[in-house]
């Protein structure tokens, strides 16, 4: 009987230790994929979302107020640089200094290449203006990979506009501003991320102020005994490096000397127990000098390095005592930043180490004036020879600028132009400061200064573990081919999709172009519309089968991204002839042949009347925006702070000519068309019950009778048609009869060279004396980058 019993709970325990055996092994057998499919998950990643880049060559730094900025834009392959055919729609935007848009152009690319032009307001007041640029599909990886310029406009008449005795009227009620505190931020970076014990190892650091420009520091560090253990000095621009050997559970800290006797006490990362280091050299033009090391003996590794997404390198490593070294030829890889990763057996990243390959390889641009002193509208011929780094020819597409140095000396420190760009900025984290600087000569200084950038600047285009997991990116918009008008319809009043509605878009012209879509299952519809130029009106009407309208039209509005406040690096003072001015405000005289329409509301909270500068402004939203105190606006959605509201949404109330209407029918309404636009956010509301109960937008149009059933008006921005750069022939006495005081001289986007690499352009002086900068650049066919540069004198 006992040894049955025993036989029972022998038998018991075998199956329980079965049961756990069966559990650990189902985990373990869990299927781990090979780091041998990284590199075509990341080709896969680049088909599904290839990337894309964009530069604007311009002519000149420096505007006055009347002129013209005058632009050529090259929409690259990010990965080749080759010109791209991915998108032909890119749209181009002039940003005043509180951030908001301001004029918008929507230029159609041909083979990767567009040019365009903004004319400056002459009310426009003195001070920094950013232009950017973008396709619809960039907006899908987030605004970091916008091409942005910041430029300076001058006006001698406003250099600020003051009103007085005014109601709020199209004024700014604040404006934020950066400060000079004094703080510094300082930032330590351990060789491929991390510092681990017992592992020697270098540390980068950055120190910049509140501007992001480089400070000149210098420090010791000490562990937590408070014994010293190095010490560290800033090598160019607030960056520069040391070496240290941690211990695990140790803390170490950075006692740094700021300026004025000022001290501050940093930690340094703490070291981990165990884990790997890259060590990397890249001092020679040959080859790259890869140390691994770790504190694990002999486990099997890979190590991968990409330049723009595309591999180049790929090797399986084993570590011997824990420590590997690979000799990489620097030829393998493009002119470029180079990532180098090292990832386990699971394919998960372990360090990573950014490096910059620079082969020399750049375009070699010669611009040789016939001359090197001009007198005063007389005739120039510049030469210009494009050669390739084995100086055969190059055919290809660039643009020039001529225009006066003293217009072109603003460069900001972080301007950088088409090479500096393409290869350094638009492939890095955060700002970088004098970037040109890293291409001007190739000396060793240069190259351990590029180097310290690579340790402190991070890599923006994605992010290895959601590549290796294979997560899908929210694609929310998509490759534009083409102007189109897309949105939905929807009952009157529930927002349910109707389908099956047959819509009707009309472009209002001498011929009045009519397209037909119908309704989806979701209520969508969509027209493709062909290349239309500027702005057209165009007219969108639906109906119900019986013919009824008793439905809204809804369209998708451009809903252009948001744009930071701009500010001043440094101020830089510059003599401009002119005079003082005082505009008081007027406000506008009601047109007796449309008299306005009063609101049911009575007396409003505020008013904001629409004259010609706000009706630039893209939309209603833009107008709004910072212009009323209590409104907030972010997008196309308003917030008006301080009512209690019990309602689930915290939208306001839309009015158009007392008409409720959604919020598409508001971003559709033309700035052209209103006079003006009132808030209500008090007891004034009350007439409108709880539908007002977030406050009341009401608008009213010039017109009047805006909202009409089935039936949605609108301006729809079409491809901008540049204008053309005048540039005059001087050769009879009466061209001299007026003043030619152009400070741009030459421009044009198009200084095409033939099959021996050869161009020429002609042009004639002004009346303005001094030295004026040739400035030539592009990308060629093959995306080999190319600019030059050359100056000349006026007499």
């Given amino acids: 009987m006992i040894q049955r019993k025993i036989r029972l709970i022998v038998l018991g325990i075998i199956i329980l230790l079965g049961i756990i055996f069966v559990s650990f092994r189902e985990v373990k057998i869990v299927p781990v994929k090979p780091a041998t499919d990284i590199p075509e998950k990341l080709n896969t ?96 990886f987030g605004d970091d990979f916008f091409f942005r310029r910041q430029i300076s406009v001058m006006n001698p008449d406003f250099s600020d506009q003051l009103y007085r005795d005014e109601k709020l009227a199209n004024k700014k009620l604040k404006k934020k501003s950066i400060r000079k505190s004094g703080k510094t931020d300082i930032q330590f970076f351990p060789e491929g991320g991390y510092l681990v014990d017992g592992i020697e190892s270098r540390v980068a650091f950055k120190a910049i102020n509140e501007l992001g420009l480089g400070v000149e520091v210098h420090g010791e560090i000490f562990n937590k005994k408070e014994e010293r253990i190095t010490e560290f000095n800033t090598y160019h621009q607030g960056m520069g490096e040391f070496r240290i050997n941690p211990e695990v559970n140790e803390k170490y800290y950075a006692l740094v000397n700021l300026e004025n006797n000022r001290k501050e006490k940093i930690n340094l990362p703490e070291p981990l127990p165990s884990g790997y280091i890259l060590d990397v050299n890249n001092r020679s033009n040959k080859e790259i000098l890869v140390k691994i090391n770790s504190t694990f003996t002999d486990p099997e590794l890979i190590l991968i390095g990409h330049t723009r997404g595309h591999i180049f390198y790929h090797s399986n490593i084993r570590l011997e005592s824990g420590q590997a070294e690979i000799k990489i030829p620097a030829d393998l890889f493009p002119t470029g930043i180079l990532n180098l990763t090292l990832f386990d057996n699971r394919s998960q990243p372990l360090c990573e180490r950014l490096v910059f390959v620079n082969h020399n390889d750049l375009l070699n641009v010669d611009i040789e004036p016939d001359k090197e002193i001009y007198g005063t ?13 084995d100086n055969n020819p190059v055919e290809g597409n660039f643009s020039l600028a001529v225009s006066d140095r003293e217009m072109n000396n603003f460069s900001g420190d972080f301007y950088s132009g088409i090479s500096s760009y393409l290869l350094l900025v638009s492939d890095l984290k955060g700002r970088i400061q004098n970037p040109g600087y890293y291409f001007e000569k190739n000396t060793p ?32 918009y998509p490759v534009e081919k083409g102007l189109s008008v897309q949105g939905k319809i929807t009952r009157e009043f529930f927002n349910i999709p109707l389908k099956n509605i047959p819509v009707t878009l009309t472009v209002k012209s001498n011929f009045n172009d009519i397209y037909y879509a119908r309704s989806n299952d979701k209520g969508k519809y969509v027209f493709y519309l062909p290349d239309y130029k500027d702005t057209v009106n165009v007219e969108i009407t639906a109906s119900r089968p019986s013919g009824r309208k008793n439905l809204i039209i809804h369209i998708d509005e451009a809903e252009f991204p948001e744009s930071g406040v701009l500010y001043t690096s440094y101020t830089k003072e510059m003599a401009i002839t002119g005079t003082n001015a005082f505009r008081p405000y007027e406000e506008p005289q009601p047109d007796p042949d449309n008299p306005r329409i009063e609101g049911i509301h009575g007396e409003p909270d505020n008013v904001i009347y629409v004259d010609d500068n706000l009706a630039t402004y893209p939309n209603v939203f833009e107008i709004i925006k910072g212009r009323v105190p209590g409104v907030s606006v972010t997008g196309n959605s308003i917030q008006i702070r301080g009512i209690n509201s019990f309602m689930a949404s915290t939208e306001p109330l839309y009015l158009v000519d007392g008409v409720p209407v959604n919020v598409e029918a508001v971003g559709a309404v033309n700035p052209y068309d209103i006079e003006r636009i009132e808030i209500l956010k008090g007891p004034s509301t009350a007439i409108y019950g709880s539908r007002g109960a977030n406050g009341v937008i009401a608008i009213y149009t010039k017109r009047g009778r805006f909202m009409k059933k089935g039936i949605l008006e609108f301006k729809m921005l079409g491809y901008y048609n540049p204008k053309e750069f005048y540039s005059p022939k001087y050769g009879t006495e009466f061209d001299y009869l007026y003043p030619d005081d152009r400070i741009t001289l030459f421009w044009t986007p198009t200084i095409v060279t033939d099959s021996l690499g050869y161009a020429e352009a002609v042009f004639f002086s002004s009346d303005r004396t001094g030295v004026f900068n040739i400035s030539l650049e592009g990308v060629d066919p093959k995306g080999n980058i190319g600019a030059g540069h050359s100056s000349f004198t006026i007499r």
């Fill in 377 to 389: 509208r007389q005739k120039i011929s510049l030469k210009i020879t494009i050669r390739d780094k």
């Fill in 445 to 476: 200084e240069t190259r351990q200064a590029l180097d310290l950038l690579m340790m402190t600047q991070g890599w923006r285009r994605f992010v290895w573990n959601n590549v290796i997991a294979e997560i899908p990116l929210e694609i929310n």
């Fill in 45 to 140: 990643y680049y088909k599904q979302y290839p990337q894309q880049k964009v530069y604007m060559h311009f002519d000149k730094q420096i505007y006055q107020a009347g002129e013209n900025i005058w632009f050529s834009v090259y929409f690259l392959d990010a990965t080749t640089h080759i010109p791209s055919s991915h998108c032909n729609t890119l749209i181009v935007e002039f940003v005043n200094s509180f951030g908001q848009t301001t004029m918008t152009r929507l230029l159609k690319m041909e083979n990767g290449y567009a040019h365009g032009d903004f004319t400056i307001f002459d009310s426009i007041p003195t001070g920094l203006y950013e232009i950017r640029a973008y396709s619809n599909w960039m907006r899908n």
